[in-house]
């Protein structure tokens, strides 16, 4: 089954950018979506159509596509930054599928 | 305000059966698709099932395609999913989730309902 792959874990500084991959073989032509997922509460959209911005997201939050790899970028990152962050893209027949998830820390 | 409350979790013998109910309201349900991602204690997120808008289509990851049935109902604003087969793995929280077309992405997400499949 198709898969996305990220790192177990991120960790920056406040204020520095924090950089969250996810590479998938079929990313080149599908969308990829950013969740956010603090403890004890439900995701939220930060990203959409591998780079827009939902309406109430931090500027702070970008995202970019490039070949079979997917980046988040959040620059100045806050303490309130810090939880989970998934990725989300289709396979080649447009089930959906999500990443393993990268827990950014913020030192 | 939009809220989505899932119900029907529980604990289960591996092999059982089980359906989840999700009611929606403060939104017009059949105007959206709807979907169910589940999560395992600790663990990340899994995408299960999806549904149109008027329920023509549905969608399921392979994890679960032939056990898990995923249906609607517009006129109670209720979006469900029948666990069959159940197994040890798919012992989780399922949140119900709505669809927004303007994103291509999902706006808002339920609390939760936790299956337990254990003998």
């Known amino acids: 089954s198709y898969e996305l792959t990220q790192p177990p874990s991120v960790s920056v500084s406040p204020g520095q950018t924090a950089r969250i991959t996810c590479s998938g073989d079929?990313?080149?032509?599908?969308?990829a979506y950013w969740y956010q997922q603090k403890p004890g509460q439900a995701p939220v959209l930060v990203i959409y159509?591998?780079?827009e911005r939902p309406s109430g997201i931090p500027e702070r939050f970008s995202g970019s596509s490039s070949g079979t790899i997917v980046t988040l970028t959040i620059s100045g990152v806050q303490a309130e930054d810090e939880a989970d962050y998934y990725c989300?893209?289709?396979?080649?027949?447009?089930?959906?599928?999500f990443g393993g998830g990268t827990k950014l820390t913020v030192l | 305000e939009v809220h989505l409350v899932e119900s029907g979790g529980g604990l289960v013998q591996p092999g059982g059966s089980l359906r989840l109910s999700c009611a929606a309201s403060g939104f017009t349900f059949s105007s959206y698709a709807m979907h169910w991602v589940r999560q395992a204690p600790g663990k990340g997120l899994e995408y299960v099932s999806g549904?149109?808008?008027?329920?023509?289509?549905?969608y399921y990851a392979d994890s679960v395609k032939g056990r898990f049935s995923i249906s609607r109902d517009n006129s109670k604003n209720t979006l469900y999913l029948q666990m069959g087969s159940l197994r040890a793995e798919d012992m989780a929280v399922y949140y119900c989730a709505r669809h927004n077309d303007d994103y291509d992405g999902v706006d808002c997400w339920g609390q939760g309902t936790l299956v337990t499949v254990s003998s």
């Open positions: 989300q893209s289709a396979d080649s027949s447009g089930t959906r599928v």
């Open positions: 159509k591998d780079s």
């Open positions: 549904i149109s808008s008027s329920g023509n289509s549905t």
């Open positions: 079929a990313l080149p032509k599908q969308y």
